[in-house]
């Protein structure tokens, strides 16, 4: 029962993680999957299966090595050369996307409550630097409190808007427009989108598979966190299309959502976007850093703030311009990762020996 309580723990700590880089603004969803029309639950099948795989190797890898970051199942991956070069680049782009995310807690704020962004990212900068000085067992809490408010209101959201849709299901096809997309080719970016996924919770699940006490808690706290995920990415994808005209106009999609409901629970999800945002600039950085220093170290602590500090800086080019330039490229860095995990399982199931 306690594996079982803590695979749990496992699960919503991974989910916070990834919904707040995956889609808690909708303006990813929206850009990988919904501007495709109908053919977005096909995309959405094809990500389902790549997430809950390389979510569960992960997990097993950070578990069996017992790593301290991600340096370590980079190098058994790859090798110490490709792996050393893989990992920097990684580490750089992880970094871009904590930076993204940084710029989108400015336009939740602005766009929620009418706080200027440079605040609003002020706000939550502070925050992320007090919660990264934590232990790390109090992080993972802190980091899966949130999930289950998040779910609740994301199925809420979704199915009143499922069932009152201002866009037709027959018109979202006309209404799509497949010029948002990175790629134009559905399954293409199912699969970057896949590999944003791995590239964001990669390090820390490898983590949090170390932490693990059974390797039964890594492997099942990857899946159930991966089926929540797909589960709620089906529903927000669904009332996407349901306001996909508004939703084309706005940085935040979700929150058109929840505002068509009521400005009540508009202003309660923006709340839960900046928490889901806060989680996900924690979990990475807290990666980055555990890849250069030691953690809660005076070393770990300078390169925090200088982190956040350059971030904040960088927030001034714009949310919507970072997702597109930073998340295509980091989901072709979390194929490369994606592949080497399926060889690597393969391999496994091949030999006597074990690999994985």
């Not at 106009?249 to 202003?267: D, K, Q, R, W, Y």
Request: charged share 10%.
């Amino acid at each position: 029962m306690d594996s079982q309580k803590d695979a749990i723990k496992f699960a919503l700590a991974y989910t916070g993680i990834v919904v707040g880089a995956g889609f808690s603004t909708g303006q990813e969803v929206l850009q990988f999957f919904s501007s495709f029309g109908l053919w977005s639950f096909a995309g959405i099948a094809l990500t389902a299966i790549c997430v809950i795989f390389i979510g569960r190797q992960t997990a097993k890898l950070g578990y069996r090595y017992d790593v301290p970051s991600h340096e370590v199942p980079l190098n058994k991956l790859f090798g110490k050369t490709a792996g050393t070069l893989i990992d920097y680049v990684f580490t750089i782009f992880m970094y871009g996307i904590a930076i993204v995310m940084v710029a989108g807690s400015g336009s939740a704020f602005k766009e929620s409550f009418n706080i200027e962004p440079w605040i609003g990212t002020i706000i939550l900068i502070v925050l992320v630097f007090f919660t990264l000085l934590m232990d790390f067992n109090k992080i993972l809490t802190v980091l899966g409190v949130v999930t289950p408010f998040l779910v609740i209101a994301v199925f809420i959201i979704s199915v009143i808007n499922i069932m009152n849709p201002q866009v037709a299901i027959d018109q979202v096809n006309q209404i799509a427009d497949i010029s948002r997309t990175p790629t134009g080719l559905w399954w293409l970016d199912s699969i970057t989108y896949a590999g944003i996924v791995l590239g964001v919770t990669f390090s820390f699940l490898s983590i949090m598979g170390a932490d693990a006490d059974k390797q039964f808690v890594a492997r099942r706290g990857a899946v159930y966190g991966g089926i929540i995920f797909i589960v709620m990415l089906l529903l927000l994808n669904t009332g996407m299309l349901a306001v996909l005209d508004e939703a084309n106009e706005v940085a935040l999609p979700t929150l058109v959502m929840a505002n068509a409901i009521h400005p009540v629970l508009g202003t309660l999800f923006s709340i839960i976007i900046i928490l889901l945002i806060y989680n996900t600039v924690v979990g990475m950085l807290y990666s980055v850093a555990a890849r250069f220093t030691t953690p809660y170290s005076k070393n770990y602590k300078l390169l925090l703030a200088a982190m956040l500090i350059i971030g904040y800086l960088l927030t001034f080019i714009g949310f919507v311009d970072l997702v597109n330039f930073f998340y295509p490229i980091f989901g072709y860095v979390g194929i490369i990762i994606g592949i080497a995990l399926l060889v690597r399982w393969i391999m496994n199931k091949n030999t006597d020996k074990r690999l994985l």
